[in-house]
């Protein structure tokens, strides 16, 4: 079974803080692990993904495989950051990767 | 080809009734995903279509639902007999055949049964 957990369903930070939003995930296999992000009234759309080890808007992840853990970090919060974090794990055989999302981190940027 | 579209975006009905939702995916894209996303949660797989196989469904998708992709191109949700509970939002993403987890979703579908 796969489950990914975000445990904090808001994340208040003030403009310029750091953030840190967290995502631990349960896998038995090599998992792989993305961030996505669906600004108000917008659709659901990807951050970023550990196997890109990139840097988007700011974000960056990173894939701790010990601690099961692939939390989003951005050194300074803007306001344009506020929206719902979803963290999302894709694992499965035999050519399809079932993805399982967490219930998902509101970030909410304080001016 | 301005991504992945869904019809209706909203959906009043009454408890009984059916429903029924359209997805028409990314052209070039093979696979087809429903989810539903109730107020609080992430988004909950429902099934998955590889072309215009059904190769997946959740055990959350009971016998009052079923999803076709004829043509292996747009797909379709029906609800039948709709219940309170079945109240939600319903999305539709895809993705390339190599596309690792990597979905791209629609706008969604906000069903409200009364």
């Known amino acids: 079974a796969q489950r990914v957990t975000q445990p904090e369903k808001l994340l208040s930070v003030f403009k310029g803080a750091p953030v840190e939003l967290k995502c631990n995930y349960s896998y038995s296999g090599s998992p792989e692990l993305f961030w996505y992000v669906q600004y108000s009234r917008q659709r659901l759309q990807l951050l970023l993904r550990h196997i890109s080890r990139e840097s988007i808007k700011g974000f960056t992840a990173d894939l701790n495989k010990g601690e099961t853990s692939f939390h989003l970090k951005k050194p300074f919060a803007q306001e344009e950051d506020s929206a719902m974090y979803y963290c999302a794990l894709s694992g499965g055989s035999g050519g399809y990767q079932k993805v399982t999302f967490g219930i998902g981190t509101k970030l909410q940027v304080i001016p | 080809d301005t991504g992945v579209s869904q019809d209706p975006r909203h959906k009043i009905t009454k408890r009984g009734q059916n429903v029924t939702f359209r997805c028409d995916p990314i052209s070039e894209h093979n696979r087809l995903y429903w989810y539903r996303q109730t107020l609080g949660q992430g988004p909950e797989f429902l099934t998955y279509?590889?072309?215009?196989?059904?190769?997946?469904k959740s055990r959350l998708l009971s016998d009052r639902f079923s999803a076709e992709r004829p043509k292996g191109s747009f797909s379709t949700l029906e609800i039948q007999r709709t219940e309170q509970g079945d109240s939600a939002m319903y999305l539709c993403?895809?993705?390339?055949?190599?596309?690792?987890?990597?979905?791209?979703f629609g706008p969604g579908t906000r069903l409200t049964v009364t």
């Open positions: 993403a895809s993705s390339l055949l190599s596309g690792r987890g990597e979905q791209y």
């Open positions: 279509f590889q072309n215009e196989a059904q190769l997946e």
